[in-house]
């Protein structure tokens, strides 16, 4: 040590600083280190392992550079305290130690996992003859071992710490039976059991039991633990109710019984626990209304009853009179009626999250009372009126999104919330020009304006930090302004903005978001397009009016996942360079006046999952022989209206792997609040529809309106995964591949307008999941399939093929002797069904099943980005729960 020396006529090291000797013998009996600042290896010939005498030995909070604990600490017979905690040793504990009988405290916690017990048992360390030890802690010791049972046996403990140490197994129920044990901490392990009856006599102030795989119910006799001071028990998987004898509790100070299965009403009797600080109820399933006894915890600093069932009005008596709340969390519940103007009395507040309930009626002026407010969430409610007239000053996120407020943004409320960072007014009713004052609010972070009606234009230049700007669906106009160079993402969707591309958007280093979509912009892209910023992910600039060439889009080191230049007027060829793109997974060129052969070059993108030429000039043939491997990710391919001709190989579908079954996430790269979404419009069930989400059950083939000719390829059979398939309006001939009837996921089929013959083979009724069929203008033939699927579709499924009859057709089938089967049909000796081999759905209703991707794809659109609806439906639905 730095002082440690004989100058100045300290020559006694019993004067050294941490050192203590017994004053009789002179011997050294007790060395504090802590926080000494000491660095290296702690080696077995130190001299420390010398000190027989020693006692008491504090070595915590160094660094003794991950070496091992010496075995010579079994040396030490005399110790009584050895505390070598937080001080970066490394490898197996020697089990030495455990000669250590006259050990009272043991200290080894660590901060990481990497101390660990020889032969893996923790009774090898501590063992039944340390009768002395009263307080050990092995914090994130890995352990991976029962806790013995002759520990219930240790009757001078009073501490026992073993948090995060790998243990398994049962607890053994002696363990809280010891007369002396006070505190408990077993948190994160791998623990099972049920809590024991408590005794009266019981001393235990402190139980943290959290993050373990209990379960059972907290026993009634919990209220005899009248010294606790501190219960934990979270994510342990307790259920039942609250036994109101929790009331007895009279020192508790935390309460935390979140994330577990407890139902029913809370106790009223949870309000004679008058030193809570802290209650932490969230993610059960209570229910009822909130007691009203919960306004007598004066001391009450936080309250966090989110993600339950509790319904009702929230007690006047609890915002009145809870003076010292700090955090106030009543999300995820189906909590109803007005914000109560008592809120105001809430002086110390600091968040609160009300968002997800039932909150109806104004937001109350009184907020303005709360000065030391940071986090407001009201979002997902029925909140209604206009914006109060003054935020608190402190305010720093405010999230309103998904209510039914009016009227314009007050500039004066707004100019004076100098902190704000996040502003969230999306999905309301808000009209009016944005004021300047918010423009002029240089710590703003995060900006959402979705989904009203603001009008006027979207004066951005003056924001410094922002980071996260939208403003979709609105009715803004005037030029398309460069945001910020801080802007990661950036989305002005669906508005009037006009003016062109300014080459300073590829300036944006930080860029990963941009969507112009659906506005009035035009002219020509500049030439920064084939070098911008690696960091854009997203580019989305559908439905406007630009026009030209398209531009060279990816540069060297290029994120790019997503390329959408539809629905404007480009024309020329698609540049090569989109090969640059490697993880490029969607692109969207359709809508456009480009024309070109088919860019057999796009094989090369590996990741690609949708490709879109529709609508376009693009011509000659899509097969090459030797040069075509197919597209193994490619999940939507849309090549429809345009002049495409030739015929399709049957080994043109063999290598799209994706359409064959195989299984993935969402479609895209990239969304605003974390998930994968892109939306896209597919003829689904002879309509144009939009989708948000586009599933990864949403496989799709549309070459329709082509001049392809030829028989259809019998390997589209091989595409098991494939929901929408539209060959319609082209000159494809020949029969039905019978192999079709593998595609029992096939929910819209259209094959429509070309001149297909012979007869509908029979098992297509197998296609449980066909929702939508049509077979019109053609040239088939004979009965249509009766009894399964086909035969409850409309005749306008039908019409124009004159050699077709039976239902649901007008035209009746003469009676045959000998009915032919259709030449598609092989019939294999063995088999007793003509569809065997092939997986039967069964479904409750009929031919409804497509039901099923409207439902889960209508879920996800509603219950994720509910703001896009508007952008392709233009309506705004309910919001649902988040549970």
Not at 534 to 560: D, E, I, Q, W
Request: proline share 5%.
């Amino acid at each position: 040590m730095k002082y440690w020396n004989t100058e100045g006529g300290i020559g006694d090291c019993c004067l050294w600083d941490g050192v203590s000797c017994d004053t009789a013998s002179g011997y050294v009996i007790a060395i504090d280190l802590s926080s000494s600042w000491l660095y290296g290896p702690l080696t077995s010939n130190s001299s420390l392992f010398r000190l027989l005498h020693l006692q008491k030995l504090n070595l915590a909070f160094n660094d003794f550079a991950s070496c091992t604990i010496p075995s010579e600490f079994g040396q030490l017979s005399r110790l009584t305290y050895l505390n070598l905690s937080y001080s970066m040793f490394d490898g197996h504990i020697p089990y030495e130690i455990s000669r250590l009988t006259n050990l009272m405290v043991l200290d080894l916690s660590g901060v990481t996992d990497n101390l660990y017990v020889r032969e893996v048992k923790l009774g090898r360390l501590i063992t039944q003859n340390m009768t002395n030890l009263r307080q050990l802690y092995l914090d994130r010791t890995n352990l991976f071992s029962p806790v013995p049972e002759f520990f219930g046996n240790l009757s001078s403990l009073t501490h026992l710490s073993l948090p995060t140490c790998h243990l398994l197994g049962k607890l053994p129920r002696n363990i809280f039976q010891l007369p002396n044990l006070q505190y408990i901490d077993l948190n994160n392990n791998s623990l099972t059991g049920y809590l024991p009856e408590f005794n009266v006599s019981s001393r235990i102030k402190y139980l943290f039991l959290a993050q373990n795989s209990f379960y059972g119910k907290l026993p009634d006799s919990i209220g005899n633990l009248k010294s606790l001071n501190f219960l934990d028990v979270r994510k342990s998987n307790f259920s039942g109710i609250v036994p109101p004898s929790l009331g007895n509790l009279s020192q508790l100070s935390k309460l935390d019984l979140s994330d577990n299965c407890f139902y029913g009403q809370l106790p009223y009797t949870i309000g004679n626990l008058a030193k809570l600080t802290v209650i932490s109820l969230s993610e059960n399933h209570f229910s009822g209304g909130l007691p009203s006894s919960l306004g007598k915890l004066a001391q009450l600093e936080e309250l966090n009853l989110g993600y339950n069932n509790f319904s009702g009005q929230v007690p006047t008596s609890l915002l009145g009179n809870l003076t010292r709340l700090q955090n106030l969390l009543l999300d995820n519940n189906y909590l109803s009626g007005q914000i109560p103007s008592s809120f105001g009395n809430l002086t110390q507040l600091v968040a609160s999250h009300l968002y997800n309930n039932r909150f109806s009626g104004p937001i109350p002026s009184s907020l303005g009372k709360l000065t030391q407010l940071k986090s407001l969430l009201l979002s997902s409610n029925l909140l209604d009126g206009e914006l109060p007239i003054s935020f608190p000053h402190s305010i720093e996120s405010i999230e309103l999104m998904e209510n039914r407020l009016t009227g314009s943004i007050p500039s004066t409320s707004i100019a004076n919330v100098t902190l704000l960072q996040e502003l969230d007014l999306s999905s309301n009713s808000f009209t009016g020009v944005i004021p300047s004052s918010l423009f002029g609010l240089r710590s703003l972070i995060y900006l959402r304006l979705d989904c009203n009606r603001f009008t006027g234009s979207l004066n951005i230049s003056n924001f410094s930090n922002l980071g996260y700007l939208s403003a979709i669906g609105n009715n803004l106009n005037g030029p398309l302004l460069v945001p910020p160079m801080s802007t990661w993402f950036y989305s002005v969707s669906g508005n009037r903005l006009t003016g062109s591309f300014d080459p300073l958007f590829c300036t944006l280093i930080h860029l990963q978001y941009l969507d112009l979509s659906s506005n009035n912009l035009s002219g020509t892209f500049p030439e920064c397009f084939g070098s911008w910023a690696s960091s854009l992910t997203v580019l989305n600039l559908r439905s406007n009016n630009f026009n030209g060439k398209m531009p060279r889009a990816c540069g060297n080191g290029s994120h790019l996942t997503t390329l959408d230049l539809s629905h404007n007027q480009l024309h020329g060829k698609i540049p090569k360079s989109l090969t640059e793109c490697k993880g490029l997974g969607i692109l969207n060129l359709g809508h456009n006046q480009m024309s070109d052969s088919f860019p057999f070059w796009l094989q090369n993108l590996s990741r690609l999952q949708i490709l879109v030429l529709s609508h376009n000039k693009f011509y000659g043939s899509i097969w090459r022989p030797h040069n075509f491997w197919g597209f193994p990710y490619l999940k939507i391919i849309d090549l429809s209206f345009n002049d495409f001709t030739g015929s399709l190989s049957a080994q043109y579908f063999l290598n799209w792997t994706s359409m064959a079954g195989e299984k993935s996430d969402y479609i895209g790269g990239f969304s605003s609040g974390g998930g994968n979404y892109y939306s896209m419009t597919v003829i689904y069930k002879g309509q144009e529809m939009g989708f948000i989400r586009v599933l990864s059950i949403l496989v799709s083939i549309d070459l329709s309106n082509n001049r392809f000719h030829g028989e259809i390829p019998t390997t589209i059979g091989a595409l098991g995964a494939l929901v929408v398939l539209n060959l319609s309006s082209n000159g494809f001939t020949g029969y039905i591949p019978s192999s079709m009837s593998n595609l029992t996921e096939l929910e819209s089929l259209d094959v429509s307008d070309n001149k297909l013959s012979g007869e509908i083979p029979r098992q297509l009724n197998s296609l449980t999941f066909l929702g939508y069929l049509n077979m019109s203008e053609n040239e088939f033939v004979g009965p249509i399939p009766q009894g399964g699927q086909i035969a409850n579709f409309p005749d306008s499924s039908f019409l124009g093929n004159l050699g077709l009859c039976g239902r649901p057709l007008s035209k009746m089938c003469e009676t045959a002797l000998s009915p032919t089967p259709s030449p598609n049909i092989n019939v294999t000796s063995g088999d007793d069904s003509i569809m065997s081999g092939f997986t039967r759905k069964v479904v409750a209703i009929g031919y409804g099943c497509g039901v099923v991707f409207g439902v889960v794809g209508g879920h996800v659109i509603i219950s994720r980005r509910p703001y896009l609806m508007w952008i392709i439906f233009r309506v705004i639905p309910q919001r649902r729960r988040r549970r």
